[in-house]
């Protein structure tokens, strides 16, 4: 009798194949950020080079509170001296390397350092924005369980709430609350500031259209998990739907929602600027009102650089997480 021994076949690590497929996922969302980064800075400069209106004019018109007409003899010693008469492709890169140097140029108005000038005021702006997001995921939790996976009235008066402060412009719910509640009831300053009364304004401002949308990407989810096998394996068990829509589905049905955390962090910066013109609060808002109605360019540039840096950062340490805790999301993809 012949006995064939079968070789045994290399059995293949999975960790060392995973744990590669997760460098690379982080690798190519790494140089894509670094381009979306690179072409925000680019067209930045492009757009801020092509504005009506001479740089060097302008920055004399400024110190000097007048304006006027200049001559060439005075604009060619500003030009020298800011490199406004060099080549654009000079302009660019010594725009770029100096960003890369953490260096965001001068301010034409205030004559300091424009990263000195955005230090000074990125603390109230980000305070307002995670406090916003805060307070949205508070509104989106508890009326997602009271009105998503049921039937009637609740789900349809749920999913109308949603669909209608998702869609309510933040300017204009600035404009509504400030009316109604600071100057008709006076429960809250007309100016805000940064002290817990004139923060609640702002927060509510931002807070009520991201709640909705946070809320539509929730019900989404929370409608398709409440009918799976685990939430009835729950309910045969004897949970209560209570328990079972707060413990099991509401888990899954966050996912999204967090997915659209990047998102909303970068909306949020963007949109405190607004609502801090609206409430005169002290922030990156009212600086970028001043720059943009002087022209100045450097201030503008440097604080739309950074709310871009801010998202696109965001975004990718979500998307390298995801990957991380679940690398079957890469495999769909």
């Known amino acids: 009798m012949t006995v064939t021994i079968a070789s045994a076949a290399p059995v293949e690590t999975a960790p060392p194949r995973r744990a590669g497929a997760i460098v690379r996922a982080a690798l190519t969302r790494i140089a894509s950020a670094i381009f979306v980064l690179w072409g925000t800075i680019t067209v930045t400069f492009l757009v801020l080079s092509v504005l009506p209106g001479d740089r060097a004019t302008i920055l004399l018109n400024i110190r000097s509170g007048q304006t006027i007409q200049r001559t060439p003899a005075e604009l060619a010693p500003i030009n020298a001296e800011y490199g406004f008469d060099r080549p654009i492709l000079v302009q660019y890169w010594n725009y770029l390397s100096g960003l890369l140097h953490g260096d965001f140029g001068q301010s034409l108005q205030l004559q300091r350092p424009v990263a000195d000038v955005i230090g000074e005021q990125i603390a109230p702006t980000l305070i307002l924005a995670v406090a916003a997001l805060v307070l949205a995921w508070v509104l989106t939790v508890p009326w997602t369980l009271l009105t998503a996976g049921r039937r009637g009235r609740a789900a349809t008066v749920g999913s109308i709430v949603e669909t209608v402060t998702a869609a309510l ?15 008709h009831l006076r429960w809250f300053p007309v100016i805000g500031g940064t002290n817990l009364a004139g923060t609640v304004l702002p927060v509510i401002t931002l807070a009520i259209p991201l709640a909705g949308f946070l809320g539509q990407a929730t019900r989404a989810e929370f409608d398709r998990a409440i ?7 729950a309910r045969s068990r004897g949970m209560s739907d209570a328990g079972v829509r707060a ?11 967090i997915t659209l955390t990047g998102w909303a962090m970068g909306s949020l910066l963007s949109g405190a600027v607004l609502v801090e013109a609206v409430y ?4 990156l808002g009212n600086v970028l009102v001043s720059a943009v109605t002087s022209k100045d360019f450097p201030v503008v540039s440097g604080i739309v650089i950074l709310i871009s840096f801010a998202y696109i950062l965001i975004n990718l340490v979500i998307d390298v997480v995801y990957v991380i805790v679940d690398p079957r999301l890469e495999a769909r993809r």
């Open 247 to 257: 413990r099991h589905v509401l888990r899954h049905s966050l996912i999204p929602g």
């Open 280 to 283: 005169a609060r002290p922030g």
């Open 227 to 233: 009918g799976q096998p685990f939430a009835l394996t």
């Open 169 to 183: 412009p933040q300017y204009w719910v600035g404009v509504l609350l400030l009316i109604v509640l600071a100057i």
